[in-house]
């Protein structure tokens, strides 16, 4: 069982920069891919970036590629997405979710653990 905790939303300006975090309780946090989604209401949750288990390859939409970075910290239980250059059609809740059946997986079914979500606003 893993437990997710993100932070770090906000209100940011079109073209600055914002840091999520998500921070894992549990055991054998390297041992999960992991993954932010984001959603809007009314619309599908949309995958935005993931990260292998262990040192982790990466993953990213084509729509935040070159903008945004997810890393982890296996010592600290910890996943983030480093925002730059956000975008207005980045605002969104983001949620941080966790795998063990898959890695880098586009599929928000394929995940097992979700967080309660950050807002984050872009002002233009």
């Known amino acids: 069982q893993v437990q997710l905790v993100e932070s770090g939303g906000g209100l940011v300006q079109a073209g600055g920069s914002l840091k999520l975090s998500c921070a894992a309780s549990?055991?054998?946090?390297?041992?999960?891919?992991m993954g932010w989604f984001r959603q809007a209401p009314g619309k599908e949750r949309e995958f935005v970036a993931a990260?292998?288990?262990?040192?982790?390859?990466?993953y990213y939409a084509a729509s935040v590629k070159g903008r945004f970075t997810i890393a982890r910290d296996n010592a600290k239980n910890t996943v983030y997405l480093q925002m730059n250059s956000p975008k207005p059609e980045d605002t969104d809740v983001y949620y941080c979710?966790?795998?063990?059946?898959?890695?880098?997986?586009?599929?928000?079914?394929?995940?097992?653990?979700w967080g309660q979500g950050t807002q984050v606003t872009v002002s233009a």
């Open positions: 549990g055991r054998a946090f390297s041992s999960y891919a």
């Open positions: 990260i292998g288990w262990g040192a982790g390859s990466t």
């Open positions: 979710t966790a795998s063990r059946r898959a890695s880098g997986s586009i599929f928000y079914f394929v995940y097992d653990y």
